[in-house]
């Protein structure tokens, strides 16, 4: 039995964050979650570099991996999960997880990077919390 699938209702629907590049890192589509998670409307993401939501610090990592990621066909992080920093439109920090797809030409070459993106600020403060509360509690009992 097949179905048709309405693609752009299944993207627009999703609650994490789709986020789609082309070669040169421009954004090519922009879904609800991600105006929700980063705080710019479609309007205003598509079209923009990525930069838009790549800290400073981490620009020249993240274009290095990208432009080796479009060069070479390759990446890890179709399976693995990238955890990043990212930024919101008010500039407030994020933690942000995800994974990639690399979309193909017909020859084989990459042209379209699909993230797909999950805000972990949260449970990653949290974990920051626990962590820092397991070392105060494992320094009393050293000291005691």
Same mark, same amino acid.
Not at 1 to 27: C, E, F, K, W
Not at 128 to 140: I, T, V
């Given at each position: 039995? %097949?179905?048709?699938? *309405?693609? =752009?209702?299944?993207?627009?629907?999703?609650?994490?964050?789709?986020?789609?590049?082309? %070669?040169? &890192? =421009?954004?090519?589509?922009?879904? =609800?979650? =991600?105006?929700?998670? #980063?705080?710019?409307?479609?309007?205003?993401?598509? &079209?923009? @570099?990525?930069?838009?939501?790549?800290?400073? $610090?981490? $620009?020249?990592?993240?274009?290095?991996?990208?432009?080796?990621?479009?060069?070479?066909?390759? %990446? /890890?992080?179709?399976?693995?999960?990238?955890?990043?920093?990212?930024?919101?439109?008010?500039?407030?920090?994020?933690?942000?997880?995800?994974?990639?797809?690399?979309?193909?030409?017909? *020859? &084989? @070459?990459?042209?379209?990077?699909?993230?797909?993106? /999950?805000?972990?600020?949260?449970? #990653?403060?949290?974990?920051?919390?626990? $962590?820092?509360?397991?070392? *105060?509690?494992?320094?009393?009992?050293?000291?005691?």
């Amino acid at each position: 039995m %097949t179905t048709d699938i *309405d693609y =752009a209702q299944l993207v627009a629907a999703i609650g994490d964050a789709v986020i789609v590049s082309d %070669t040169q &890192g =421009a954004i090519t589509l922009w879904n =609800a979650a =991600a105006e929700r998670m #980063f705080g710019f409307t479609q309007a205003e993401a598509l &079209g923009q @570099s990525l930069d838009l939501i790549i800290p400073e $610090r981490q $620009r020249q990592r993240h274009w290095d991996g990208y432009d080796k990621t479009m060069r070479t066909g390759l %990446t /890890r992080y179709g399976n693995d999960v990238l955890r990043v920093p990212a930024l919101h439109k008010d500039g407030h920090a994020l933690s942000i997880a995800f994974t990639v797809a690399l979309l193909r030409k017909p *020859d &084989g @070459s990459v042209d379209t990077i699909v993230a797909v993106v /999950r805000d972990e600020t949260a449970r #990653f403060a949290e974990d920051r919390k626990l $962590r820092r509360r397991l070392a *105060d509690l494992e320094a009393l009992k050293a000291n005691a």
